[in-house]
């Protein structure tokens, strides 16, 4: 039997052939070619520093808040992102301070992660700064704590209390290093995301991110990929930063990665990057098709090391497959380090034996109010709302997690390889049997979790 070409990555491997020559309607999801305006990304830096956007240029903002003894924080992404332009933008940004008389001791490195708890030395090393950097830049590294010295800054207009990481407050100057990208319920990640929830204290994440849900659909229509007009989470997010910009000198430098690479860089004014990301990320996140596919094959690559991160790719293909219970998604994810978030799973366990929308609903009224809400669980809404439109077991994980468990207690059917080269053996398998049900299906490979397939005329159930 002959196969597509239709390359998919189970973690660092790469995955082929799968999918028989004789299905017709098959379509690998991808944006156009996206030509960044640069070559040489130092150039590129150096010209946005010189021509901000809302902003002084960049040495002038310095030269003006800084003075020997005075700390200047760079704000960074934990290791949930891939940190390309962490990497990439901070050799070029502290060689540009040395350069403006900053001490290196008056640099610190913040690592900006939220409440997802403290960052291990050896994630910063490796996943954050990279061996050479973090061997240059170790002493200087900090990381924040949701749960310690945060100090009240007040309330925003929506009433979320703004606790505030004091390292950040107390400094000189916060130059935030910036990955702008869709987020599946704040619209849009990066830029203001870095204060919250990145340097935010718990409370304040705890009362922020509650807005996001609705009894019955699970999330409110606002609170989408890539949607941030009427967005209360993100909205609130904006509103902290702004308060933030009274009390502190905030400087952005924020990029887009697209296959990789870093093809997008603004500087300047925080919120003005925000706003600033929203055309180019259309542009590389958006994919429109007319009709939603009976079968959607995703990856999330090599971030799929749990099954919280990998929820990122069922989201993404929740969108490009039909809502009539029929249709099937195939999330390829080893999650080797389990299921990555206790509340998730201490949630999704509570409602073992509810119906689905029961699910739904108990699962936000008790885990996910201003008093009960942690890191996690929004993770079981999401997943109750996908299952309304996907049935249960219908998503399928090639995954090293165990398969009874996958079943029992998230509803989803878990298919283990027995090594990595192996996966293909078990996606052959998986759509013969799916052929046998849909001999003429329509058939998307996703291999960007990080896409919004945009649906013209979705198929709904009846």
């Known amino acids: 039997m002959s196969y597509h070409k239709t390359p998919l990555k189970y973690g660092t491997t790469v995955v082929d052939e799968f999918i028989p020559s004789s299905v017709k309607k098959l379509t690998i999801l991808r944006v156009a070619e996206y030509k960044a305006d640069f070559k040489d990304l130092k150039t590129k ?10 902003s002084k240029p960049f040495d002038e903002v310095v030269k003006k808040a800084y003075s020997k003894g005075k700390k200047i924080v760079v704000l960074v992404d934990d290791n949930t992102r891939p940190n390309i332009h962490t990497r990439a933008l901070f050799p070029l940004v502290a060689a540009r301070l040395t350069t403006l008389g900053v001490q290196k001791d008056d640099i610190r490195i913040m690592v900006a992660s939220g409440s997802h708890g403290p960052v291990k030395p050896e994630a910063v090393e490796n996943k954050v700064l990279g061996p050479a950097l973090y061997k240059e830049w170790k002493a200087n590294v900090i990381t924040h704590d949701s749960d310690s010295g945060n100090r009240e800054m007040g309330r925003t207009k929506m009433g979320t209390p703004i606790l505030i990481d004091e390292k950040v407050l107390d400094s000189c100057l916060v130059i935030v290093l910036s990955d702008s990208e869709y987020h599946y319920f ?22 922020n991110h509650p807005r996001m849900f609705d009894l019955e659909k699970g999330f409110k229509p606002e609170c989408r990929l890539g949607n941030t007009k009427g ?13 933030m910009k009274k009390h502190l000198t905030i400087f952005c430098i924020d990029t887009i990665i697209n296959s990789g690479q870093i093809v997008y860089v603004q500087a300047g004014d925080i919120i003005e990057c925000h706003k600033a990301a929203s055309a180019p990320l259309k542009k590389m996140r958006v994919v429109d098709v ?40 195939v999330l390829l994810a080893p999650c080797q380090e389990g299921i990555g978030a206790l509340p998730f799973e201490e949630a999704m366990k509570a409602t073992l034996d509810m119906k689905v929308k029961d699910a739904l609903r108990f699962s936000i009224e008790n885990y996910c109010s201003e008093k009960t809400f942690r890191i996690g669980n929004q993770k079981v809404p999401d997943l109750y709302r996908i299952l309304l439109d996907v049935a249960e077991r219908n998503i399928k994980v090639v995954t090293q997690l165990d398969p009874k468990m996958l079943s029992d207690i998230y509803r989803m059917e878990g298919i283990n390889p027995r090594n990595p080269a192996d996966a293909q053996r078990v996606l052959r398998e998986l759509m013969q049997r799916f052929l046998k049900e849909n001999p003429d299906p329509r058939v998307f490979i996703l ?16």
């Not at 849009?188 to 340097?199: D, M």
């Open 45 to 54: 830096l150096e010209q946005v520093l010189a021509r901000p956007a809302g």
């Open 447 to 462: 291999e960007d979790a990080g896409l919004y397939i945009s649906v013209k005329h979705q198929i709904m159930k009846k």
């Open 186 to 207: 704040a619209g849009q990640a990066g830029t203001v995301k870095l204060f919250c929830p990145g340097v935010a204290g718990r409370e304040t994440i705890r009362v």
């Open 290 to 329: 007319d009709t939603p596919a009976d079968i959607v094959f995703v990856s999330v690559g090599d971030l799929g090391i749990n099954l919280y991160q990998a929820g990122k790719g069922i989201h993404a293909a929740w969108n490009a497959v039909k809502h009539d219970l029929c249709g099937w998604i």
């Open 231 to 243: 967005n209360p989470v993100i909205e609130d997010m904006i509103d902290i930063t702004e308060s």
